[in-house]
T-cell receptor
Framework: GQQVMQIPQYQHVQEGEDFTTYCNSSTTLSNIQWYKQRPGGHPVFLIQLVKSGEVKKQKRLTFQFGEAKKNSSLHITATQTTDVGTYFCAAGGTSYGKLTFGQGTILTVHP | DTGVSQNPRHKITKRGQNVTFRCDPISEHNRLYWYRQTLGQGPEFLTYFQNEAQLEKSRLLSDRFSAERPKGSFSTLEIQRTEQGDSAMYLC??????????????FGPGTRLTVT
């Protein structure tokens, strides 16, 4: 079945430093979604990427979808303590059915 | 609150007992999903419904697990003869299909199951 690998598993940064997490698949993805899960919380949708080479920005967050639609990344500029949590990529099916989640990257931000 | 709700929030049960969880999706959402999440892992797909129809079920799901959505609104997930390996957070999500972009899923707070 479809699998997505996400790295790194953990990232510790000082407040103000940048952060990037990467998501890779061996197969071409129809779309990819990114979710954030705060400690003790549930996944919350951040964004969806559909087009090859797509780049989307949300304030300090930049999301990219690879040209081959096999990889994606999330970059946070100048992290803040409110960015703490686990960031998941999730591969969506062609009919927007199930999501296949990566293992997640746990971000810790030290003030 | 018009978000996805799940009950109970916590369930402790003894091995071998049956448990049932309930999920109430956002009212206008026709799709409902069940996922399972263990510590340090991403949510793992279990099954999903469109209205009353169960459209897909994970091959990882043993026959001890069954889910229903009888009237296309709320859903129940039952686990029979629970095992310690069933201990996890059970997450429910809902969405609209076909979606306008994006096709996001809205997650509930989850039911944490502990099997002793």
């Amino acid at each position: 079945g479809q699998q997505v690998m996400q790295i790194p598993q953990y990232q510790h940064v000082q407040e103000g430093e940048d952060f990037t997490t990467y998501c890779n698949s061996s197969t071409t993805l129809s779309n990819i979604q990114w979710y954030k899960q705060r400690p003790g919380g549930h996944p919350v949708f951040l964004i969806q990427l559909v087009k090859s080479g797509e780049v989307k920005k949300q304030k300090r967050l930049t999301f990219q979808f690879g040209e081959a639609k096999k990889n994606s990344s999330l970059h946070i500029t100048a992290t803040q303590t409110t960015d703490v949590g686990t960031y998941f990529c999730a591969a969506g099916g062609t009919s927007y059915g199930k999501l296949t989640f990566g293992q997640g990257t746990i971000l810790t931000v030290h003030p | 609150d018009t978000g996805v709700s799940q009950n109970p929030r916590h369930k402790i049960t003894k091995r071998g007992q049956n448990v049932t969880f309930r999920c109430d999706p956002i009212s206008e959402h026709n799709r409902l999903y069940w996922y399972r999440q263990t510590l340090g892992q991403g949510p793992e797909f279990l099954t999903y419904f469109q209205n009353e129809a169960q459209l897909e079920k994970s091959r990882l799901l043993s026959d001890r697990f069954s889910a229903e959505r009888p009237k296309g609104s709320f859903s129940t997930l039952e686990i029979q003869r629970t095992e310690q390996g069933d201990s996890a957070m059970y997450l429910c999500a809902s969405s609209i299909h076909p979606p306008g972009l994006p096709g996001e899923q809205y997650f509930g707070p989850g039911t944490r199951l502990t099997v002793t």
